[in-house]
């Protein structure tokens, strides 16, 4: 089963527009960590966001937003007056510990197509 | 700080041949080094995950004899993909997590190298 779900393939929106991605994980630990990353069309990961399971607060920065929720375990991610620039593929994943390191599963990916 | 840099950043050969990908942390020692994976249009997976002077530990379905990995020091771990066929073609990304890192989670990703075999 899949431990990180990224159930919206492809998103587009027009500039301006504040958009949702989604992200629903899978994990029996109660230590886990969350991200987010964008990866833009040249590859490189840009890391965004990372959260612990202990840490259900809110978060916001700048343009992003951030909506942890455990009672449903997602972890969804706004962004608020979308740009052209902030099209990418965006990437939520979960991460446990095995053993003395840890683990990441990432999600299928969000493609992101924002509009002029 | 918590540089992570691939090279090289893309290489394109011929079928049969080997190609090395290095990964190198710039600004820190990394006591464990990950291997991922990505096909167009789809995620990451990892490949395995390398330990400093010891072997690497390999992902179910992942040929270790084909995907070569040595982590000979702190700051290098390199990954060959020996007798390279079209299907081999991908996206590389290498990570490390630092020495001594009070996160056991935290990963620091390279760019990636891009690997076309024709």
Request: aromatic residues 14%; charged residues 20%; neutral net charge.
């Amino acid at each position: 089963a899949q431990k990180v779900t990224q159930a919206q393939t492809e998103i587009s929106v027009v500039e301006k527009e504040d958009v949702t991605l989604d992200c629903v994980y899978e994990t029996r630990d109660t230590t886990y960590y969350l991200f987010w990353y964008k990866q833009p069309p040249s590859g490189e990961l840009v890391f965004l966001i990372r959260r612990n399971s202990f840490d259900e607060q809110n978060e916001i920065s700048g343009r992003y937003s951030w909506n942890f929720q455990k009672s449903t375990s997602s972890f969804n991610f706004t962004i608020t007056a979308s740009q052209v620039v902030d099209s990418a593929v965006y990437f939520c994943a979960l991460s446990e510990r095995v053993y003395n390191f840890n683990k990441f599963y990432f999600g299928s990916g969000t493609k992101l197509n924002v509009k002029p | 700080g918590a540089v992570v840099s691939q090279h090289p950043s893309w290489v394109i050969c011929k079928s049969g041949t080997s190609v090395k990908i290095e990964c190198r942390s710039l600004d820190f020692q990394a006591t464990t080094m990950f291997w991922y994976r990505q096909f167009p249009k789809q995620s990451l997976m990892l490949m395995a995950t390398s330990n400093e002077g010891s072997k690497a530990t390999y992902e179910q379905g992942v040929e270790k004899d084909k995907f070569l990995i040595n982590h000979a020091s702190l700051t290098l771990s390199t990954l060959t993909v020996t007798s390279a066929h079209p299907e081999d073609s991908s996206f590389y990304i290498c990570s490390a997590r630092r020495l001594g890192a009070l996160i056991y989670n935290e990963q620091f990703f390279g760019p990636g190298t891009r690997l076309t075999v024709l």
